[in-house]
């Protein structure tokens, strides 16, 4: 399984980034499996910021209301629509799916995001 984000940058708080992650070899098609975004702030642990399976979607609460997960079946990417960005939200994001539902996650190497206040 292969996972290609991209979509990180430098931005200035209060504006708007779009990450994007291509996956492939998964057997299926990422609409029928649970995929996630996670980011990791210098210093601090991995945290998860959205998941979406099915109609479920999560969020973490510091990005709720500013972030949105989505995918494109058609293209097997996944995306991360990021609103309203604070300092706090700089960090590396990654990527990540469970083809199976269970399991086995799956990771993309990363993409940083800097927010400037």
């Known amino acids: 399984v292969q996972l290609q984000a991209c979509g990180g940058g430098l931005v200035q708080a209060g504006g708007s980034l779009r990450l994007s992650c291509a996956v492939s070899?998964?057997?299926?098609?990422?609409?029928?499996?649970?995929v996630a975004w996670y980011r990791q702030a210098p210093g601090k642990q991995r945290e998860l910021v959205a998941r979406v399976f099915g109609s479920t979607t999560n969020y973490a609460d510091g990005v709720k209301d500013r972030f949105t997960i989505s995918r494109d079946s058609a293209k097997n990417t996944m995306y991360l629509q990021m609103n309203s960005l604070k300092p706090e939200d700089t960090a590396v994001y990654y990527c990540a799916v469970r083809p199976l539902g269970f399991g086995n996650e799956y990771w993309g190497q990363g993409t940083l995001v800097t927010v400037s206040s």
């Open positions: 070899g998964s057997g299926g098609r990422i609409n029928a499996m649970p």
